[in-house]
């Protein structure tokens, strides 16, 4: 099946510090979604993307839509130990039903 | 309060055991799944039923066994598991039709094989 390549796999930052983690793939996705999970919890929606080159921002949280349609990144700022989790991209494939492919996920850890 | 129940949230039970697990979602969502999450692998979707009819099963073994009685409630019946099927088992929901919002999932069942 169609894959999702997310880095990086980990990522150990202290406190304050920005972060950057993107996902890539060879197959063009009409929607690009990031989700993070809390540990024993289900993924929550942080930010949906519709479109090439979109800009979102929530909060502290921003993403983009890569121009090619092949890729997303997502960044947050000034992190905090509660940022602690792991994110996960996710995309709609074109013709796919709504159905999405989610990256391996980036596990974040903040030493305050 | 995700919008998206599921019960129970952990389970033990032995390779003979029959359970299931529940699903329920309260945002008038029209599309159910099942995703298996295991340590270090990614999501793996399982079951997709759209309008409470099935319309992917990704090669999930028959000792697994959904039920969707109605477009807020899926189950997934078990019987004969095996240890490797100890996981995280996620139900997810999402509006198909004008527009897509991703998925809204809930917060899962941790099932223990013994």
């Known amino acids: 099946g169609q894959q999702l390549n997310q880095s990086p796999q980990s990522m150990f930052i202290q406190e304050g510090e920005d972060v950057s983690m993107n996902c890539t793939s060879s197959?063009?996705?009409?929607?690009w979604l990031w989700y993070k999970q809390d540990p024993g919890e289900g993924p929550v929606l942080l930010i949906a993307?519709?479109?090439?080159?979109e800009l979102t921002s929530n909060g502290r949280l921003t993403a983009q839509f890569g121009i090619t349609r092949k890729d997303s990144f997502l960044n947050i700022s000034a992190s905090i130990p509660s940022d602690v989790g792991i994110y996960f991209c996710?995309?709609?494939?074109?013709?796919?039903?709504?159905?999405?492919?989610f990256g391996k996920g980036t596990l974040l850890t903040v030493n305050p | 309060e995700t919008g998206v129940t599921q019960t129970p949230r952990h389970l033990v039970m032995g390779m003979t055991n029959k359970k299931s697990l529940k699903c329920e979602q309260h945002?008038?969502?029209?599309?159910m799944y099942w995703y298996k999450q295991s340590a270090k692998k990614p999501l793996e979707l399982m079951f997709v039923?759209?309008?409470?009819?099935?319309?992917e099963n990704n090669s999930v073994p028959s000792r697994f066994s959904p039920e969707c009685p109605n477009s807020s409630h899926l189950f997934l019946h078990l019987h004969t598991l095996q240890p490797e099927d100890s996981a995280l088992y996620l139900c997810?929901?999402?509006?198909?039709?004008?527009?897509?919002?991703?998925?809204?999932f809930g917060s899962g069942t941790r099932l223990t094989v013994v």
């Open positions: 997810a929901s999402s509006h198909l039709g004008q527009g897509f919002y991703g998925y809204t």
């Open positions: 197959s063009i996705f009409n929607t």
């Open positions: 993307l519709y479109k090439a080159g």
């Open positions: 996710a995309g709609q494939l074109p013709g796919s039903n709504y159905k999405l492919t």
């Open positions: 945002l008038g969502h029209n599309a």
């Open positions: 039923y759209n309008f409470k009819e099935q319309t």
